[in-house]
């Protein structure tokens, strides 16, 4: 079964190789739509969260073998 994304991208396909270009144009679909607005006002929303930016720190300092703490 094949079904088009809002970008026009197919998608279901086993088999099917996603170029960068054809990614970047699903992100830019995604981006313009209703649903790409909200998801992106719900990250801002969360990224002003000091509670959630520690969570990140924390998070990025493990991932990439860093402490986070500050002295």
Do not use: H
Not at 42 to 63: E, S, Y
């Amino acid at each position: 079964m094949t079904r088009r994304t809002s970008a026009g991208a197919k998608i279901g396909q086993e088999g099917d190789t996603v170029t960068a270009g054809s990614m970047s144009q699903r992100i830019k679909g995604l981006l313009n739509s209703p649903r790409g607005r909200d998801l992106m006002r719900m990250g801002r929303r969360q990224a002003a969260n000091p509670g959630t930016r520690q969570k990140l720190q924390q998070l990025m300092a493990r991932v990439t073998g860093r402490s986070s703490r500050r002295r």
